[in-house]
């Protein structure tokens, strides 16, 4: 008699059943499939900001220290090639000390010292001492270069070549304080001492970071595989 009672369920009904059912199922699949993509893009941001630091810096740092390697080489190889003996040096001195642009006392006259001290720093590079003591007697003998006017203005010229060159030499001491603070520089004295002890930093720095960036790429080859 109760079971009499139980309404049966129209077809439409029963199709209306399954296809609650199959939504249930079909939700929850996509918040498993949302919440697998939303992992993911999570796990890719971490793995690719790990990338950077381990392979992007790592690479920076690699440049970096490949162009201070290069320049040293290219220094060295410089270093080789040019080896000016003592008198040439003098020479240099000596011409420098009369004809260094930052001596003169007008516009004209540094831009014609300048000229010569370009040809002079050339024949300096090239070791051609009869050149440098061409540019002196030149130099020298140059009308331009006669002092006149009297005692007192020759005293205010030399008054004023002091000071021109206090401060050249004052520069140039700020210079190398720059130069001494450098990389490069700080690269070449630990070169230089490694060298006395027998070893070849150049060479030790360079297996280092070759060793470096293997190892990173297989740390990225471990994450890939994981």
């Known amino acids: 008699m109760s079971s009499e009672l139980v309404r049966k369920l129209t077809p439409e009904e029963e199709e209306l059943a399954k296809k609650k059912a199959q939504l249930e199922?079909?939700?929850?699949?996509l918040a498993q499939r949302e919440l697998d993509?939303?992992?993911?893009?999570?796990?890719?941001h971490a793995f690719e900001r790990q990338y950077q630091q381990i392979i992007g810096m790592r690479y920076l740092e690699l440049d970096r220290v490949e162009v201070q390697i290069e320049e040293y080489m290219a220094y060295l190889e410089e270093a080789e090639d040019f080896s000016p003996s003592e008198g040439l040096k003098q020479l240099y001195r000596q011409i420098a000390k009369k004809v260094h642009p930052d001596l003169a006392t007008d516009k004209a006259e540094r831009v014609r010292r300048q000229d010569l001290m370009a040809a002079i720093n050339q024949a300096y590079e090239e070791g051609n001492e009869e050149r440098l003591r061409e540019i002196l007697y030149q130099w020298e003998n140059s009308p331009d270069t006669v002092e006149?006017?009297?005692?007192?203005?020759?005293?205010?010229?030399a008054l004023r070549k002091i000071a021109q060159s206090q401060?050249?030499?004052?520069?140039?001491?700020?210079?190398?304080s720059v130069i001494h603070s450098t990389?490069?520089?700080?690269l070449r004295e630990q070169?230089?001492?490694?060298?006395?002890?027998?070893?070849?930093?150049?060479?030790?720095m360079a297996s280092m970071i070759d060793e470096e960036i293997n190892?990173?790429?297989?740390?990225?080859?471990?994450?890939?595989?994981s």
Do not use: D, F, W
């Open 25 to 29: 199922i079909t939700e929850a699949e």
């Open 37 to 44: 993509l939303a992992t993911l893009h999570g796990e890719l």
């Open 148 to 157: 006149g006017e009297g005692i007192g203005a020759e005293l205010i010229r």
């Open 167 to 176: 401060e050249r030499l004052r520069c140039i001491e700020e210079e190398l």
């Open 183 to 186: 990389e490069l520089y700080q």
């Open 191 to 204: 070169v230089i001492q490694a060298e006395s002890q027998g070893k070849n930093l150049l060479e030790e």
């Open 215 to 225: 190892n990173a790429k297989k740390r990225l080859a471990e994450l890939k595989a």
